[in-house]
C-alpha cells in the first residue's frame, strides 16, 4: 500500500498568488481530512469529508481556503488569494469512517508564503 | 483553557528509563484517547489508543485513561533513543452533530543514550 499521497511536497509561493495542495487517500478509506500545523497553534482540522461529502469545514480559516473531493481516490486544498500567515505544513490524512479515528496521515505539504 | 493540554517539553530521559507522557482533556463527553508519535520533519502516526479507564499495554507503551479526573497518559519503558520524538494526544470531540479529532500541542520527549 503506497499510502496517503500528498503533493507538492514543498511550495514557494509570493503573497497573493493562488496554492493548491494535492492528497490522495488511501484505497479504501472513505473519510478524509486536512490539518494545518504551526509551532504556535499546533496540529488543526480544516475541513473532513465522509464520502467524498464535506462534513465539517469550520476549521477553515476564511473563504480564501476552499477543498474539494471530486472522487474517492483525489482532494485538493486551494488558497487564494494565499498570505504569508498561511506557511505552514499541511497534512492530508485517511481513514475508514468505522474506525474514523485511526487516520493515517501523508507526508505533508511544507508551504511557504513570502 | 485549551481542549486538549499537553506539557510542550522537551522531556529528558536517559535511556532504559520510563518516560511518562501526560495530557488532560477539556470535554467530559469525551469517549476515545489517541497517542499519535511525530519525528521531526515527519507526519504523525498512531501509536496508542484507549477506550476504557485504566491501562492499556502494548510492547513497551502503556496508555492509561482516568475519566474522571479528564487524565489520558502515555508511559514509555526502557525508553530507546528512537523514541525521541513529539508525542500529540489527541481526543475526540462530538460537535455539530460530527465527531472530530482534537490534538493536543505535543510533548518533546529527547532520549539520551
Known amino acids: 500500500d503506497a499510502g496517503v499521497i500528498q503533493s507538492p511536497r514543498h511550495e514557494v509561493t509570493e503573497m497573493g498568488q493562488e496554492v493548491t495542495l494535492r492528497c490522495k487517500p488511501i484505497?479504501?478509506?472513505?473519510?478524509l481530512f486536512w490539518y494545518r500545523q504551526t509551532m504556535m497553534r499546533g496540529l488543526e482540522l480544516l475541513i473532513y469529508?465522509?464520502?467524498?461529502?464535506?462534513?465539517?469545514d469550520s476549521g477553515m480559516p476564511e473563504d480564501r481556503f476552499s477543498a474539494k473531493m471530486p472522487n474517492a481516490s483525489f482532494s485538493t486544498l486551494k488558497i487564494q488569494p494565499s498570505e504569508p500567515r498561511d506557511s505552514a505544513v499541511y497534512f492530508c490524512?485517511?481513514?475508514?469512517?468505522?474506525?474514523?479515528?485511526?487516520?493515517?496521515f501523508g507526508p505533508g505539504t511544507r508551504l511557504t508564503v513570502t | 483553557q485549551k481542549e486538549v493540554e499537553q506539557n510542550s517539553g522537551p522531556l529528558s530521559v536517559p535511556e532504559g528509563a520510563i518516560a511518562s507522557l501526560n495530557c488532560t482533556y477539556s470535554?467530559?463527553?469525551?469517549?476515545?484517547f489517541f497517542w499519535y508519535r511525530q519525528y521531526s520533519g515527519k507526519s504523525p502516526e498512531l501509536i496508542m489508543f484507549?477506550?476504557?479507564?485504566g491501562d492499556k499495554e502494548d510492547g513497551r507503551f502503556t496508555a492509561q485513561l482516568n475519566k474522571a479526573s479528564q487524565y489520558v497518559s502515555l508511559l514509555i519503558r526502557d525508553s530507546q533513543p528512537s523514541d525521541s520524538a513529539t508525542y500529540l494526544c489527541?481526543?475526540?470531540?462530538?460537535?455539530?452533530?460530527?465527531?472530530?479529532?482534537?490534538f493536543g500541542a505535543g510533548t518533546r520527549l529527547a532520549v539520551h543514550p
Open positions: 469529508f465522509n464520502n467524498n461529502v464535506p462534513i465539517d
Open positions: 489527541a481526543v475526540n470531540q462530538f460537535s455539530g452533530g460530527y465527531n472530530k479529532l482534537i
Open positions: 490524512a485517511s481513514s475508514w469512517s468505522r474506525a474514523l479515528y485511526e487516520q493515517y
Open positions: 470535554d467530559r463527553g469525551s469517549q476515545s
Open positions: 484507549i477506550y476504557s479507564n
Open positions: 484505497s479504501g478509506h472513505n473519510s
